[in-house]
């Protein structure tokens, strides 16, 4: 998953950045490498508190636009996107999930808490299996040009899908 960025330069050489995907994460940074770094607490602190708190689905990214930049998410909290707004969809609660996994609602919340490391992708993903849904990944990689090429090879990971 990646977010398209919008960085808007101010007067006093700060930078304000938006998300279209995710109007809620607007904030302001002192330069543009600090906007970008910034991002990986933002985006997911937006998700949580204007998304996950409100029992609301998180939207999903839609291709990035000319000028601006790529907020690649990382793979547990794509799960957890995916897993949350499985859960919305279904009208599942924290409770509901804790119940079918057994476990406290304390570590069922970590599941769904983009802001947090503590679960493993492992748990995420048996959390959909319980629910009825299935963590699956894809990737592709074009071996003709990997081979023709003399860059870095880089294997993109594309959007995770849960199916019912």
């Known amino acids: 998953m990646r977010y398209g960025l919008k960085i808007e330069k101010q007067a006093d050489g700060s930078v304000f950045v938006t998300c279209r995907d995710v109007p809620e994460c607007a904030y302001r940074a002192e330069t ?35 000028g601006e930049l790529e907020a690649i998410v990382p793979v547990r909290i794509q799960a957890k996107i995916l897993l949350w707004n ?53 990737y592709s990689m074009d071996i003709n040009a990997m081979l023709a090429s003399e860059q870095e090879v880089n294997i993109v990971v594309k959007e995770c899908e849960s199916n019912a």
């Open 32 to 66: 543009e490498a600090k906007a970008v770094e910034m991002a990986g607490e933002m985006l997911p602190g937006a998700m949580v508190i204007f998304y996950r708190k409100k029992r609301r689905a998180i939207p999903m990214p839609t291709p990035c636009q000319e």
């Open 86 to 138: 499985y859960m919305v969809e279904n009208r599942y609660r924290v409770t509901d999930l804790a119940k079918k996994l057994n476990v406290q609602p304390i570590r069922a919340q970590s599941l769904v808490d983009m802001t947090k490391d503590g679960a493993s992708m492992e748990a995420i993903e048996n959390g959909l299996e319980d629910n009825g849904g299935v963590l699956n990944f894809k």
